[in-house]
């Protein structure tokens, strides 16, 4: 009996020797994999790793123009869109609203490339479409037409695409699609709706300019409750005894941060007067009344805006047409609509109490039935 149950430890000792042999040899294996293809040459930039990079993830409809296309698919079907898009994907797909942010985010790389050869911390650009796989050849065909230097790709074919986003990290998300956005914002990723301008306006080539509102975009939509359930006066007291009580931070303070951070490390090689990214904040509060807490804030979360702009109420339009962003994320749609019909690129963020109110009017909500 002891002899059967010493031989029986000798032969587990044994097959556990070999597998951990197996498992080293293995493990070796991966390791040379894993470091021949980090070592293979290309003249073609790779994309830094997620956990480094500040990751934008775009939809298909934002990158291009596919008003044509999607009409397909409401009006004949998945199938129909399909066939279309294979019989068609040698056609380069049209620019559209998201293309001159993409292209900015590529010149913002060149630049850090050249700055820090070595750095993977750069921009990450993601395609994230729920179109199926069969359309991804023309959604290909017109990045490599572009020269886009966009190497992932998120397929979904119809799914949602949040477990993804996560999974990328993702820094900020641009769709058309409403749902999609308001569910990434409610699972704390920083996401807009993506609107074309009505006109074009020439942008900078060589400079990232980004136009942020304030309350229910940057911060929290505190103040902006007070506002609306009590006005302006209770809003300027109330902001002056809290003038130093940070704000609570909003769904797109995250991507301003991660913004601030690359513009670090452009400032540490002393091209602060040349920087490839500049920050606007552009909001209706006014200066003197309600606009000390603003930029305290912005202090108390070592975050820096380059240009700060307190319009009173005023029209944002007008400014934005002189500030020329390559996207301006606002709130509330009637500030989106002024900003695109003057021809800038406009970005809806859904969330915070001005989803109830258009031009300043409480909207009719539906009364919900008894069960």
Sequence with gaps: MEKKRVEKKRVEKKLESEHQKVAKADETDWAAAKAHYENLKSKKPRPPKPKNAVTIAVSSRTLFDMVKERKIFEEEGLEKYVE????????????GSAFPFVRALMTVNERLRTLYPDSEELFDIVLMTNNHAQVGVRLMNSINHYDLTIERFCMTGGQSPIGYLKAYMTNLYLSKDTKKVQEAIEEGIAAAIMYMPDMSMELSQTQLRVAFDGDAVLFSDESEIIVKQHGLDTFFEHEKQHENLPLAQGPLKCFLEALGKLQKKIYAKNERLDCPIRTFLVTARSAASSGARVLKTLRS???????????????????LQKIRPHIFFDDQMFHIEGAKEMGTISAH?????????????LIEQPEKQQK
């Design 84 to 95: 279309y898009q294979q019989e068609h994907e040698n056609e380069p797909l049209q620019p």
């Design 301 to 319: 979360w070592g975050l820096e805006i380059d240009e700060a702009l307190f319009l009173a109420g005023a029209p944002k339009g007008p400014l």
């Design 349 to 361: 963020v859904p969330y915070g109490i001005g989803q109830k109110y258009n031009k300043g009017k």
